[in-house]
């Protein structure tokens, strides 16, 4: 046996060698699988949905808004509740029904309110966060580059009072987003919608006049204003904000109107190109899917209905109701646009 032995120990010593490396490669290929495994995903764009909107609304029947509730459960990262710091209705419904984290906008449009009220703010700022845990963002005034446009003489006031609250509530809720709003065509001197583009200026101090006292830079988005086409969107369209600030963006509204065209007082929009389409509303979110989520992490549409049902009653209509008249992801009376499904997909692998 032992004779056996020493005639074949070249061919167990390759036997013992063979096993050595397979023993050997297995190990190391193990691993390499599990560090495949175990990568995160990518980074993406947490897109959301603003504003209580049913079909129907503000008529919409128990159904209507039940449909709602699921429809932004399922298909918003996070709600926008934008709302005026007294008028409190549908944050109260939203931290019932809405099971994600909430973009709260306080509205403090009035002077009074930021002149004699704005103890009584912090106060019910303390109480909401204390309340609603669910509130992960917070805005403190909105879009208030148009209020300094309004408020000329009384703005400085609202500054001294926002850096007030936004050091306060920081203190004591470190963990919430704070920040305050600016509409961003209006904050570059454009905006030809809302009127006065031909007067308005850059009123980019306004970040310098609040620097150190914000934790994100809210904004409200409408490249239509100006834009006739969603492909017109310069490249370089956020490059005076981001020369300027570091704090990453968040997009409290922003859409694109599907509605092709304007009657009566408004048919120069027409003329002009300034009007929507719902292949325009997909082409901006695609758009909007390239932005760069290190510098945009949150983008909020606005609106999941129409305000108004404008492809029938075009002619009840204000002009002023045609800026947002078409700017949701469906239609008034609950019917689906093109963009629907689009935003949809957003979610299929979350």
């Given at each position: 046996?032992?004779?056996?032995?020493?005639?074949h120990?070249?061919?167990?010593?390759v036997?013992?060698?063979?096993?050595?490396?397979?023993?050997?490669?297995?190990?190391?290929?193990?691993?390499?699988?599990?560090t495949?495994?175990?990568?995160?995903?990518?980074?993406?764009?947490?897109?959301?949905?603003?504003?209580?909107?049913?079909?129907?609304?503000?008529?919409?029947?128990?159904?209507q808004?039940?449909?709602?509730?699921?429809?932004?459960?399922?298909?918003?990262?996070?709600?926008?509740?934008?709302?005026?710091?007294?008028?409190?209705?549908?944050?109260?419904?939203?931290?019932?029904?809405?099971?994600?984290?909430?973009?709260l906008?306080?509205?403090?449009?009035?002077?009074?309110?930021?002149?004699?009220?704005?103890?009584?703010?912090?106060?019910?700022?303390?109480?909401?966060?204390?309340?609603?845990?669910?509130?992960?963002?917070?805005?403190?005034?909105?879009?208030?580059?148009?209020?300094?446009?309004?408020?000329?003489?009384?703005?400085?006031?609202?500054?001294?009072?926002?850096?007030?609250?936004?050091?306060?509530?920081k203190?004591?809720?470190?963990?919430?987003?704070?920040?305050?709003?600016?509409?961003?065509e209006?904050?570059?001197?454009?905006?030809?919608?809302?009127?006065?583009?031909?007067?308005?200026?850059?009123?980019?101090?306004?970040?310098?006049?609040?620097?150190?006292?914000?934790?994100?830079?809210?904004?409200?988005?409408?490249?239509?204003?100006?834009?006739?086409?969603?492909?017109?969107?310069?490249t370089?369209?956020?490059?005076?904000?981001?020369?300027?600030?570091?704090k990453?963006?968040?997009?409290?509204?922003?859409?694109?109107?599907?509605?092709?065209?304007?009657?009566?007082?408004?048919?120069?929009?027409?003329?002009?190109?300034?009007?929507?389409?719902?292949?325009?509303?997909?082409?901006y979110?695609?758009?909007?899917?390239?932005?760069?989520?290190?510098?945009?992490p949150?983008?909020?549409?606005l609106?999941?209905?129409?305000?108004?049902?404008?492809?029938s009653?075009?002619?009840?209509?204000?002009?002023s109701?045609?800026?947002?008249?078409?700017?949701?992801?469906?239609?008034?009376?609950?019917?689906?646009?093109?963009?629907?499904?689009?935003?949809?997909?957003?979610?299929?692998?979350?």
């Amino acid at each position: 046996m032992h004779t056996w032995l020493r005639e074949h120990k070249w061919a167990w010593a390759v036997m013992l060698l063979v096993l050595v490396l397979f023993v050997a490669a297995m190990w190391r290929r193990e691993p390499m699988q599990e560090t495949r495994e175990e990568q995160p995903p990518e980074p993406q764009i947490s897109f959301g949905i603003a504003g209580y909107s049913p079909a129907g609304f503000p008529n919409s029947s128990i159904e209507q808004a039940e449909a709602y509730w699921a429809d932004v459960n399922e298909y918003s990262s996070q709600l926008g509740v934008h709302v005026d710091w007294q008028d409190l209705n549908f944050l109260e419904v939203a931290a019932q029904k809405y099971k994600g984290d909430i973009v709260l906008v306080l509205g403090l449009q009035r002077p009074t309110e930021w002149l004699q009220s704005e103890q009584q703010v912090l106060a019910k700022i303390f109480e909401l966060l204390g309340k609603y845990p669910q509130i992960k963002y917070l805005g403190i005034g909105n879009e208030v580059n148009l209020l300094a446009e309004q408020y000329e003489a009384e703005f400085p006031q609202f500054l001294e009072a926002y850096r007030l609250l936004y050091w306060e509530t920081k203190r004591d809720f470190p963990q919430v987003k704070i920040f305050t709003t600016f509409q961003y065509e209006a904050l570059k001197g454009e905006g030809y919608l809302m009127g006065n583009a031909d007067v308005r200026e850059p009123q980019w101090e306004l970040l310098e006049e609040i620097a150190g006292y914000y934790d994100m830079v809210g904004l409200t988005v409408y490249p239509y204003f100006d834009l006739a086409a969603p492909a017109q969107i310069p490249t370089n369209y956020f490059e005076p904000l981001l020369t300027k600030v570091t704090k990453p963006i968040i997009v409290t509204e922003t859409a694109w109107i599907s509605q092709p065209s304007f009657p009566g007082e408004l048919v120069a929009l027409s003329d002009k190109g300034l009007t929507g389409s719902e292949e325009e509303q997909v082409e901006y979110l695609g758009y909007l899917q390239t932005l760069p989520v290190e510098k945009f992490p949150v983008v909020n549409w606005l609106l999941l209905h129409d305000p108004k049902d404008w492809s029938s009653r075009m002619t009840s209509l204000k002009p002023s109701d045609f800026t947002f008249a078409s700017a949701a992801l469906k239609n008034y009376d609950d019917s689906e646009k093109q963009i629907w499904e689009k935003w949809k997909s957003l979610f299929a692998t979350r």
